[in-house]
RNA sequence: GGGGGAGUGCCCGAGUGGUUAAAGGGGACCGGCUGUAAACCGGUUGGCUCCGCCUACGUAGGUUCGAAUCCUACCUCCCCCA
């Protein structure tokens, strides 16, 4: 049974969405937000605590970003919504005059209860000590312990919007719980069902006190079990969101993670903005867009950038190049031909593999630039792909090894 | 010429009779990273016919049941006095 009462909140002021082309389930919109347009297909880099680590706002912008994501948890331990707020909202703060999307807090119910998702699939997640700052998820909301000085502090669905809301982002997240890959089908069915509830609540409070020109979106839980995803869509469909992002666990590896996907995108309206959080890699990229999904954020690309990793058309090489490897030494080539990057514009791999194994900041930059401007010009080609009904033909060429055609400067 | 000190695995550096193939760093190599506790985290790093053996703590001898650790000679380096 297909939902079909999504009830958009379409205030004009506060977000629209316009599909521009659709090529098979792909599409190309545009989301306006207070803060300017993001074209879509697009991805979102992240900007967790106020920073694309290593770059400037204005750097982030030259690549072609016009949305980066904020974290509620992370920016309420420090500096405070009030310091923020002071400054005139987050956007000032950072000096970012693009649109802002802020996470909620609830992905760090999990993360820092688990250490990460791979540490969780794996379950090695103690090998980094445990940092058990997730205290305790209740009805009310969550407890955690900062990991900062050790206090204790409360995130609900309110406090998660009003913090939000003295950010000022353009589209603020639901509080929601990502519950674990190893969440029995009994704990991700309550903890689901509360989920929604606390949407209710977020909706009631921004409704209430929330900014005029903020937009809301629900998060998709249910985690591997198909019909809990239908619930948790058709709950989200019915509560009068702007847009709606999909979270929880994906699965194990990525032929679950298209398997949950292909379970849940069909049950959501096919008009609204979609948001699949934390995703990701090339391959993922391609996948996502191809079933409908809009927009992308992952910490990946610039957290490899900041372990070595050079985004690269090489499917062999999971789409990355270990730039300190020892066979980038005395490698005159670029990392890849043809990037407008830095990187690959004055450097060649022999160069970038000895700054970075020095240690040189500048290493790290170079590469935070190298994959930000990659990821865009993955994004690019695909808007243009499906412009031109081509999109089935770009991804596969990117998947079989073809650089990314977009042009983002 | 006289006096003193030091030589340890790729490098630095602990260790002064047995539980030492030898702490700890660094480097190197491999792996991981998907709403960022992350410029981070694991693993490996003498050899082999690998659950045991061989080779190893400057070199060559010696003491001892047993030595990187004690003794002797030699080689090299550093410091001080002439």
């Known amino acids: 049974m297909r939902v079909a009462c999504f009830s958009v909140r379409r205030n004009p002021d506060r977000l629209s969405f316009e599909i521009e082309a659709r090529d098979g389930l792909a599409r190309r919109a545009r989301l306006v937000t207070p803060h300017g347009p993001v074209e879509t297909p697009a991805f979102i880099p992240l900007a967790t605590k106020g920073s694309v680590r290593g770059m400037s706002s204005r750097e982030v912008a030259g690549f ?3 949305m980066v994501l904020g974290n509620t948890y992370h920016l309420l331990v420090a500096p405070g919504p009030d310091r923020i707020a002071a400054a005139g909202g987050l956007h000032e703060f950072m000096s970012w005059n693009g649109a802002i999307i802020t996470d909620s807090g609830g992905f760090q119910v999990f993360s820092l209860a688990h250490g990460g998702i791979a540490e969780e699939i794996k379950g090695t997640g103690k090998k980094r000590g445990g940092l058990a700052a997730t205290l305790a ?19 609900s669905p309110e406090s998660s919007m009003s913090v939000q809301a003295a950010l000022g982002s353009d589209i603020a997240l639901a509080f929601d719980e990502c519950t674990p890959f190893h969440a029995d089908r009994d704990y991700t069915a309550r903890s689901t069902e509360r989920t ?46 702007d847009g709606i992002a999909i979270g929880g666990t994906l699965g194990r ?21 979609k948001h699949l959080l934390g995703i990701g890699e090339v391959d993922d990229l391609m996948h996502g867009i191809g079933l409908g999904l809009d927009v992308f954020d992952c910490a990946v690309p610039t957290r490899l950038a900041r372990h070595g990793m050079a985004l690269a058309p ?6 990355r190049i270990d730039i300190r490897k020892s066979r980038a030494a005395g490698d005159s080539r670029p990392l890849v031909a043809d990037c407008p990057c ?3 514009r004055d450097y060649d791999r022999d160069y970038l593999n000895y700054i970075s194994r020095s240690e040189e900041l500048t290493a790290v930059r170079l590469l935070v630039e190298h994959n930000l401007t990659y990821m865009e010009r993955l994004m690019a080609g695909a808007r243009d792909a499906i412009s031109s009904k081509a999109f089935a033909d770009y991804r596969r060429s990117i998947l079989a090894g073809a650089a990314p055609t977009g042009c983002c400067l």
């Open 342 to 344: 830095t990187a690959c």
């Open 314 to 319: 090489d499917p062999e090489r999971r789409f």
């Open 137 to 155: 998820i209740e009805e009310e909301g969550v407890r955690f312990r900062s990991y900062r000085d050790g206090s204790e502090l409360m995130l």
């Open 64 to 66: 072609g970003y016009q």
């Open 196 to 241: 929604s509830r606390w949407l209710d609540r977020c909706l009631a409070w921004h409704e209430e006190y929330g900014p005029a020109r903020q937009a809301v979106f629900g998060i998709v839980q249910g985690g591997t079990y198909g019909d809990l995803r239908r619930e948790s869509c058709q709950a989200i469909s019915q509560a009068g969101v």
């Open 253 to 273: 590896d990525k032929a679950e993670m298209a398997e949950v996907l292909g379970l849940t995108v069909p049950e959501l309206p096919v008009d609204a903005p």
